[in-house]
Nanobody, 128 residues
Framework: QVQLVESGGGSVQSGDSLRLSCAAS????????MGWFRQAPGKEREFVAT??????????YYADSVKGRFTISRDNAKNTVDLQMNSMKPEETDDYYC???????????????????WGQGTQVTVSS
């Protein structure tokens, strides 16, 4: 049974930093590109960042809105993927989701449809 479990969510002030982590189990982690998405109530889930299986396996991509502030990283030995979020903004108050996408499978890295497995999400609140 595949499980993706996010942690690290919470409440911060505008301009603060927060680090999310996602622990994966039940899958061969090194076969999967990983992504982070976020979703506000009543809105569609939107792409935040993705990282390939390894540095030689592709590129890391970010949504334009987070470039230069967010950093995605992974540890294949620990089956974890992290999202370091700096200079956070109130409009980034969302539920954040970790997702796994089989590397080489078709589909766009920024589309939710490309991802086979999802975590339950972790809530992030940014106050002004």
């Amino acid at each position: 049974q595949v499980q993706l479990v996010e942690s690290g969510g919470g409440s911060v002030q505008s301009g603060d930093s927060l680090r999310l982590s996602c622990a994966a189990s039940g899958l061969t982690f090194s076969w999967y590109a990983m992504g982070w998405f976020r979703q506000a109530p009543g809105k569609e889930r939107e792409f935040v960042a993705t990282i390939p299986i390894s540095r030689s396996g592709g590129s890391t991509y970010y949504a334009d809105s987070v470039k230069g502030r967010f950093t995605i990283s992974r540890d294949n030995a620990k089956n974890t993927v992290d999202l370091q979020m700096n200079s956070m903004k109130p409009e980034e108050t969302d539920d954040y989701y970790c997702a796994a996408r089989l590397q080489g499978r078709g589909g766009s890295y920024y589309s939710t449809h490309a991802y086979a497995y999802w975590g339950q999400g972790t809530q992030v609140t940014v106050s002004s």
